[in-house]
Each structure stands twice: as structure tokens, then as C-alpha cells.
């Protein structure tokens, strides 16, 4: 890869990473549902107006919405509502290279081979001492909604894959349309009319900025710079770089969070990563289709998460799509940043 575009994929990583603590810092201002809306609704308009229709079957198209719009970002932005600090978050949801690679083998008949299997089962170790670590510091429930979220991004990296979008971009775009009405009728349910209201009526400079960052930079800018590298290099260059998500995520936590980082979770990091390596870029059992590559990041659309990249028939985030992405299937943080929609997976609510 050329220098300038070896800059490039560091700087979406670094742009999902801290999507995260933008995303605890919003949520200070919004309850978790309607900030995700929110979220979503700014990343679609108005670009849907641009990008021409989609290129997919309508099915995939809200498919993917939901669950990687409503249940994947939903559960992130509740489990960090409720305790899960965004350092953590990012790391945790890198998980979802296993949840990818367990689906795709019981949906597409990918055989995962021996190394893979042996890189599921290191990063469940690591998941496993985060557990231990975050069971002794915090809410035990906001670390199962972040796990479940990370199963949702796996899911929703397989539906990507049977879908094979032409464009990821303009996917990514329709994706992020279909969660907002169903966010916002969760929203008024669970949090309330009051609570929305009281939010949009305090809505200031910091409130705007923060929706239009896991909007449209870690969205819009991440899931379309990691497209254009995608469409330059194979999968197998890009993707590694999404493993340095939960690298910027937990050391912008640690900074601008004052997030304090125990020896534990660092042997849990360590783990994760390097598991999530062996998962994401090892050669599968038996020949098949490439798997989405790397998911979005948590961050943002798809997240967190972004389009979700094909991998290579040698690779095994899911990188991001809209929000946010991480190593297994791409699409896309979201936020999640999870946002990316995404680099690719966590703190004191402000």
C-alpha cells in the first residue's frame, strides 16, 4: 500500500476508535434510543437523496437495517447508558469476528480451520477475563447487552454478505434509514415522550456536534475512505488495520475519559486482539465464498460497524458501514462508531 493511503486506513481507525468516547459523551445529552435515531437519521439525510436507489433486493436492505441499526446500535448505546466504559466497549465488540465466522458456518457452510478455530477460542478467553475484570468494576448486564450487540453485528456482516452490495456506500446510506422510525417508536416506549422532548429542547453546539461526528465522519467519511481502500487493495491489506480500533478506542478513553485501564484488561486486550487476528485473517477449512471481511465499528454506522467488506478466500470485521469497523466483516463502527456503519467494538456518564 502507498504511504498516503497506509495514513489513510490509520486515520478511519483512529476516527472509529474514538467514536466511542464521542458516543459516552452523547450520551449525556440524549437517552440511548433516541441518540441512536438520531444518529441514523442524520447519516441518511440527505444523502439517501444522492446515492440513487439501492443496488440490493429491498429484504437485504432492511434486514441489514434492523439488525445492525436497531438491535446491534441499540444494545451498544443502552449497555454504555448503563455503565459500559467506552475503552471497554470498543475491545468487547471485536467479539463479533467469532459471531461472524460461527454464522457464516452455519448459514454459507464455511468449514473454519484449525487456526481459526484456535483464534475463536483465544479471543473467547480474552472476552472471558474482560468478564472477570469488568464483573469486579462494573454492571455485569451493560457487558452481556454489549456481547449480544457484537452477536447482532455478526449477524447482520452474514446478511451483508448474502446480499453482496455493489456499492457500500449507497447500502450504508439505506441501511441507516430504516432503523430511525423504529429507534424512535423504541424510544418513546421505553424512554419516554418526556424524556425525548427535555432532550431535543436542551439540544446545544455539543449535542449537534456529537450526532453530526457518529454521523457523518465516522459514517459517511469512515465506511466511504474504507471503501475506496477496499476497492484499491485486497481485503487481507485493509483489514488488519481495523484490529487498531480498540487501540485508539480504550487510549482515547484513557485520555479524554480518564478511563483507567487495569493490568487484567490489558491481558484481555491482548487476547481478544490476537484472537480476533487468527479469526479474521487465517485461511478457512474448505474453499467458499469470501466472508465479509471486517464489520463496522461500534461506533458508527455500520460501527462500530461499516460496510461490511468481503475477506479474502485466504481471510476468514467486519469491518465497519455505518457505523463503526473491527476485524470479521466490514461495514459498517457507525459508531460502530459504533458508528461506524465500522470500526470495527468501551466510563463516568457526563
Request: net charge positive.
Amino acid at each position: 500500500m502507498r504511504t498516503t493511503h497506509i495514513a489513510l486506513a490509520v486515520l478511519v481507525t483512529a476516527v472509529w476508535g474514538v467514536n466511542f468516547v464521542v458516543i459516552e459523551v452523547g450520551l449525556g445529552h440524549f437517552p440511548p434510543l433516541l441518540f441512536s435515531a438520531l444518529r441514523f437519521l442524520a447519516a441518511a439525510l440527505p444523502a439517501v437523496f444522492f446515492v440513487g436507489r439501492p443496488k440490493v433486493a429491498w429484504k437485504w436492505v432492511i434486514g441489514v437495517g434492523l439488525v445492525l441499526g436497531v438491535a446491534k446500535f441499540g444494545l451498544l448505546f443502552v449497555g454504555m447508558d448503563q455503565g459500559m466504559p467506552a475503552g471497554l466497549s470498543s475491545l468487547v465488540l471485536q467479539i463479533q469476528a467469532v459471531f461472524t465466522a460461527l454464522f457464516a458456518a452455519v448459514a454459507l457452510g464455511e468449514r473454519p480451520g484449525r487456526v481459526r478455530l484456535l483464534g475463536m477460542a483465544v479471543a473467547l478467553v480474552g472476552i472471558a477475563v474482560a468478564a472477570v475484570d469488568e464483573g469486579t468494576s462494573g454492571p455485569l448486564l451493560a457487558f452481556t447487552l454489549l456481547i449480544a450487540a457484537a452477536a447482532c453485528w455478526g449477524v447482520s456482516n452474514v446478511l451483508t454478505r448474502k446480499a453482496s452490495p455493489p456499492d457500500a456506500l449507497n447500502f450504508m446510506v439505506w441501511v441507516s434509514a430504516v432503523p430511525v422510525l423504529p429507534l424512535l417508536g423504541l424510544s418513546l416506549l421505553f424512554e419516554g415522550p418526556t424524556a425525548d422532548l427535555a432532550a431535543l429542547r436542551a439540544l446545544d453546539g455539543t449535542g449537534i456536534g456529537v450526532i453530526l461526528y457518529v454521523a457523518w465522519v465516522t459514517t459517511v467519511f469512515g465506511f466511504g475512505a474504507w471503501g475506496f481502500l477496499l476497492r484499491r487493495y485486497p481485503a487481507s491489506s485493509v483489514a488488519p488495520f481495523s484490529l487498531l480500533v480498540p487501540v485508539f478506542g480504550m487510549s482515547s478513553a484513557a485520555l479524554l475519559l480518564s478511563e483507567s485501564v487495569s493490568p487484567l484488561r490489558w491481558c484481555a486486550a491482548a487476547l481478544l486482539v490476537g484472537g480476533v487476528a487468527l479469526t479474521s485473517l487465517s485461511r478457512t477449512g474448505s474453499p467458499a465464498t469470501p466472508l465479509p471481511s471486517t464489520p463496522l465499528p461500534a461506533t458508527s454506522l455500520p460501527v462500530e460497524p461499516a460496510p461490511v467488506e468481503p475477506i479474502p478466500a485466504a481471510s476468514a470485521p467486519a469491518g465497519p458501514v455505518l457505523a463503526e469497523p473491527a476485524p470479521a466483516t466490514s461495514t459498517p463502527a457507525a459508531n460502530g462508531p459504533a458508528g461506524s456503519l465500522t470500526p470495527g467494538s468501551s466510563p463516568t456518564r457526563t
